[in-house]
């Protein structure tokens, strides 16, 4: 597996992530999987030479999280979590408690990564006066190693509330949606993250349009109509066909992977599964060389003026 310095935390973390929410959420969220069929997931991962796990107090994964990294070397494990926040602002207080919780289900005295979740911009100055001090006190007495921050991508297309955070340069870490599909945060918050030396999460590398064909055709004709791309660049029965006409991809899920891996700017990619088989295709996929420049070049062009979708 391949690892990456995670900017100024200094962290070595593996590229490929195991994303505890997303639309599985280990297989939780729909209950297709029990709690320890979850945690020999998580298990498998590990043992592949992931050592990057993200969870969230809503994803309500964590103690599975814990009852997997309970089971091997926590130092030589990451592991990152949030507290949520909602439309309605928390008190200094909530958060402490969020944080006191959390650790109590991952079962673990410490948090490498402890994120806002889902910080919108209108709250973004309340945040920042009364809330991330707070943080920064609970760092101090080794309850969390570095801040972190995310967005709320589909509410924030444009990535404005983090690029505020980079400017005010508050967090360690922050999480940006980023895919293929809509590559926006390479020039909003990709580019002063890495002058910064800010760690980066992506989120979003893979989401429906970009697993479901006929999603992903409906997704094309929506963007060709609000003028976003050009119908001449692709083959709209088959619009990323030629990723896989070459067999430079495997499928456009591992495709979609590999773009985001080799972005610059770019770290951690997290990836979510309840699937063993799954999670060994996207193990595969991370394990794979760089796309063809010209795949990526194309890539670019096509989606070039995207701003409108997450790929959700």
């Not at 030479?49 to 130092?75: H, K, L, M, P, W």
């Not at 194309?298 to 409108?308: E, G």
Request: hydrophobic share 40%; glycine share 8%; proline share 3%.
């Amino acid at each position: 597996m391949q690892t990456c310095i995670l900017g100024k935390t200094g962290l070595r973390a593996s590229v490929m992530g195991i994303g505890a929410g997303g639309p599985s959420r280990l297989g939780q969220r729909d209950h297709i999987r029990s709690e320890s069929e979850s945690t020999e997931l998580v298990l498998r991962a590990l043992d592949a030479g992931v050592n990057f796990i993200d969870t969230a107090e809503g994803y309500r994964t964590e103690t599975i999280v814990g009852a997997a990294v309970a089971q091997r070397d926590r130092s030589q494990i990451i592991i990152s979590t949030k507290k949520s926040l909602g439309r309605e602002n928390i008190s200094r207080e909530a958060l402490r408690e969020g944080l006191h919780q959390s650790l109590r289900r991952l079962g673990v005295d410490t948090v490498d990564i402890y994120h806002l979740h889902g910080l919108r911009l209108e709250q973004y100055d309340y945040y920042s006066r009364e809330i991330v001090p707070e943080l920064q006190d609970l760092s101090r007495q080794g309850h969390i190693r570095f801040i972190g921050v995310t967005e709320h991508w589909n509410d924030d297309l444009a990535h404005k509330m983090l690029q505020r955070a980079l400017a005010d340069d508050l967090f360690d870490v922050i999480m940006v949606g980023f895919n293929l599909l809509n590559q926006g945060a390479r020039e909003t918050v990709l580019r002063a993250a890495m002058k910064k030396n800010i760690g980066v999460l992506i989120m979003f590398a893979l989401r429906r349009a970009l697993s479901q064909p006929d999603a992903l055709r409906t997704t094309m004709q929506t963007l060709i109509k609000r003028g976003e791309i050009d119908a001449r660049d692709f083959d709209l029965d088959d619009p990323l066909g030629f990723l896989m006409a070459d067999g430079s991809a495997v499928s456009l899920q591992d495709a979609a992977y590999r773009f985001c891996r080799d972005e610059a700017g770019a770290h951690v990619i997290l990836s979510g599964t309840g699937n063993p088989r799954h999670l060994d295709a996207n193990l595969a996929s991370f394990a794979r060389p760089p796309l063809p420049p010209r795949h990526v070049e194309r890539l670019r062009h096509i989606f070039r003026h995207v701003a409108s979708v997450t790929g959700q």
